[in-house]
Structure formats: structure tokens, C-alpha cells
């Protein structure tokens, strides 16, 4: 994630606030377009009044990523149904790095079961660490540890949100960091 605005014909991951349950339908509207995006799924188990339902929804309500050249693009985004605005940080507009999205995406295909988002600041701090072993492998996270299982947290301050995954201490390997 970064602080400073990429050079003007350099594209990044951008977020885009999306209007209330627009995320799919901007999302193949990008697709539609070649504007490259991404956004977060996964299956969930609902419950009507008559029986059960998996459906897909949105990791991130009202969230969805864009790799664009900032400058050059964003009003193409801008201009279609359900995109709301960009997301700005620190007065620049706020990017994600590609490393943070396939840890995220990583997670969503290993450990989607055990996934829950919250606001950041209900999180306490935990160790930063670098992973040596299993499937976050190089990765640099903070993990805080509860009982027989490990809670692998991912953060994207610009948007104020966290991602922990449920893991079994056995399928990590890590080093700490000392800062």
C-alpha cells in the first residue's frame, strides 16, 4: 500500500467505493470495458424463510479494485453505473499493491471457510512476521495466536479493514521481525 501517487503513466491497484450492491454489476461493466479489476468473492450459506442457499457475495461490500493509470482512466470508472468515488489516503488516492490482493485472493482460496473482515482498530497487535513455510510463503503479516490455531491478519488501512484467516499452526512456518 502505498502512500505516494505512482508516476502518471505508471498503472496501480486503485479502490473504488461502489453504490449499496453495485460491486458484480460495476465489475462486469470493467470487464466489459478492459479496464482490469478485482473483486473479492465468496460463497456463502444463507437461509430463506423456505430453505438454504449458497450465494456469492462481496468480501468487501461496496469495494471493488481497478488497475488504471489514475490520471488517464478515472473517469472512465467514474462515468459508469454503481461507481461511487475512489477511496483517498492521506489526500492521494489510495493504492494497493498486487503482493497485498494475491495474499488476499490466496486466502480466499484456502481459507474461505474461516474468513471474517472487521474495522482494524477492534484488532489487537500482534507480531510482524515473515512467513517461511506453507501457503503464505514469503509473505509478511501479523499474526496473533489462539489456542491450536493461528489468525493470519491482512490489513488495508486506506479502507480501514482487516482480513483474518483461521489457520492451523502446523500448516505455518514464520520467522519474527524485529522493527
Known amino acids: 500500500m502505498s502512500e505516494t501517487n505512482p508516476s502518471i503513466e505508471e498503472s496501480a491497484w486503485y479502490i473504488v467505493y461502489t453504490k449499496p450492491r453495485a460491486e458484480k454489476k460495476l465489475s462486469e461493466l470493467l470487464k466489459k470495458y478492459h479496464l482490469e479489476n ?93 512467513i517461511i513455510g506453507g501457503a503464505y510463503v514469503g509473505k509478511t503479516m501479523e499474526v496473533i495466536e489462539i489456542k491450536n490455531k493461528t489468525k493470519v491478519i491482512l490489513r488495508i488501512p486506506e479502507i480501514n479493514t482487516a482480513f483474518v484467516y483461521q489457520v492451523n499452526v502446523g500448516d505455518l512456518a514464520w520467522e519474527e521481525l524485529i522493527i
Not at 39 to 54: Q, S, Y
Not at 87 to 101: E, I, R
Not at 106 to 112: E, V
Open 38 to 130: 478485482y473483486l473479492p468473492i465468496r460463497k456463502e450459506r444463507k437461509k430463506w424463510t423456505d430453505r438454504f442457499k449458497w450465494i456469492h457475495v462481496p468480501v468487501l461490500p461496496s469495494y471493488i479494485f481497478v488497475k488504471i493509470v489514475f490520471w488517464r482512466d478515472k473517469n472512465k470508472v467514474l462515468q459508469l453505473p454503481g461507481s461511487h468515488h475512489f477511496v483517498f489516503h492521506k489526500g492521494q488516492p489510495a493504492t494497493v499493491s498486487q503482493d497485498d490482493l494475491d495474499i488476499l485472493e490466496l486466502g480466499l482460496q484456502k481459507y474461505a471457510d474461516s474468513l471474517t473482515t472487521s474495522p482494524e482498530s477492534v484488532l489487537e497487535k500482534g507480531k510482524r512476521v515473515r
